[in-house]
């Protein structure tokens, strides 16, 4: 059973930077598309960016520039870094590992941003 856990949210300052942690157990990471997603308050989930098990990327298109996903095969860990960070980018952010057309959500980790 595949378990997923972020980390790395918190209070950030308009315009700093944030790196967030995607980790996932119970599978070879290698097998593994990572996608990260948000939530703010009253709002629907949407996709910030994916990336899949050859590295490929993908970025939402209103997310392009300021946000980079990455992953650490051998370190079982994916990370969205966050530039330039705006009051908008408030949200709960969540990853979501998928294999086998069956995605394992985390719990989340909030990023607020304050301006």
């Known amino acids: 059973q595949v378990q997923v856990v972020e980390s790395g949210g918190g209070l950030v300052q308009a315009g700093e930077s944030l790196r967030l942690s995607c980790s996932a157990s119970?599978?070879?990471?290698?097998?593994?598309?990572i996608g990260w997603y948000r939530q703010g308050r009253g709002k629907s989930r949407e996709l910030v960016a994916e990336?899949?098990?050859?590295?490929?990327?993908l970025y939402a298109e209103s997310m392009a520039g300021r946000f980079t996903i990455s992953r650490d095969n051998a370190g079982q860990t994916a990370y969205l870094q966050i530039h330039s960070l705006k009051a908008e980018d408030t949200a709960a952010y969540y990853c979501?590992?998928?294999?086998?057309?069956?995605?394992?959500w985390g719990q989340g980790t909030q990023v607020t941003v304050s301006s």
């Open positions: 979501s590992a998928k294999w086998l057309s069956i995605s394992t």
């Open positions: 990336i899949g098990r050859d590295g490929s990327t």
């Open positions: 119970g599978v070879a990471f290698s097998v593994l598309t």
